[in-house]
């Protein structure tokens, strides 16, 4: 008797990413091997529809959902999968690609689905800011700020949020905080605080290098102010994935973050702008999410 088929949903967000001019449909038929899968291809409508669809899948039995997108589609079809029996895939289609860089996942579209005909299956680690569940990273202040920014320039790319991010620089302060964690409290300015469940923002630009998205803990990264001289080393820091040597930025690692800002401060989670906040809670549940690579 022959194995079972893999049943996969695909979830594609065609408004996502620099690339969309692929043909993912003439893809999948070309590259899917139909002795081991079975698949279905539904497209995204309106933000938050991956949510939805994921869910419905899992409910109907597929044993894997690909998200067809960047960070915010594979944001989406995550939190539509948690608690479900259905593993999360990525076929990265988007701008920066965090998540699919961090667990390796080919960013060649026919190499990343050639993948999905005998993926390994793992658990990840979910983090948790005021309500909002991430995969990658999520943040306060100039990261959130220029995600804010990025989202309505226009145009996608590392270019544009070079270029978002350059002229934002000049404009953004630093807000007052208090951070609670591992029973000590600190006071200190916010330029940046990054809490990262995997190494990266995307696009190879290590927020983290050293987090474990499998290890129950978030690396917490502060940036209390950002002078032209440490932009310069914080920026070749995220390059060479050498921040925590450049005396750059602070890094601690906790499960558990209460912050308190003096004044409203934007956050995102997977780099999407969520809202301004002035109290924060950030948690973490480990092995929440299984993934399928």
Do not use: W
């Not at 302060?173 to 208090?178: A, E, H, K, T």
């Not at 409290?185 to 605080?193: F, K, R």
């Not at 820091?237 to 450049?246: E, F, I, K, V």
């Amino acid at each position: 008797m022959s194995p079972a088929k893999l049943r996969i949903c695909f979830i594609l967000n065609p408004n996502s990413g620099t690339n969309r001019r692929q043909d993912v449909p003439a893809l999948l038929a070309q590259h899917l091997d139909p002795a081991l899968v079975d698949y279905e291809l539904q497209l995204t409508q309106y933000a938050g529809h991956a949510e939805t669809l994921a869910r419905e899948a899992a409910l109907t039995s597929f044993r894997v959902v690909v998200a067809v997108g960047g960070d915010g589609t594979v944001n989406e079809v995550g939190r539509g999968l948690l608690g479900s029996r259905a593993a999360l895939g990525i076929l990265p289609r988007g701008s920066g690609n965090g998540l699919a860089r961090h667990l390796r996942v080919p960013l060649s579209l026919p190499a990343a689905i050639k993948r999905l005909n005998a993926p390994d299956f793992q658990r990840i680690d979910v983090g948790e800011i005021n309500g909002r569940r991430f995969f990658c990273t999520a943040g306060l202040g100039f990261d959130a700020h220029v995600s804010k920014c990025f989202a309505a320039a226009g145009t996608r790319g590392l270019a544009t949020y070079v270029r978002v991010a350059l002229r934002e620089y000049r404009r953004f302060r630093p807000v007052p905080v208090n951070v609670a964690f591992n029973n000590q409290t600190l006071e200190t300015g916010c330029y940046v605080l990054a809490f990262a469940n995997a190494a990266q923002y995307g696009n190879n630009a290590y927020i983290a290098p050293l987090a474990d998205i499998r290890d129950g803990l978030l690396d917490l990264c502060l940036i209390d102010a950002l002078p032209l001289g440490r932009a310069v080393r914080v920026g070749i820091g995220l390059a060479l994935g050498d921040l925590p040597t450049s005396g750059a930025a602070v890094f601690h690692t906790s499960r558990q973050i209460q912050v308190h800002a003096a004044a409203p401060l934007g956050f995102h989670v997977d780099g999407d702008y969520v809202e301004d906040a002035q109290d924060f809670n950030i948690g973490l549940e480990p092995l929440a999410l299984e993934v399928a690579i």
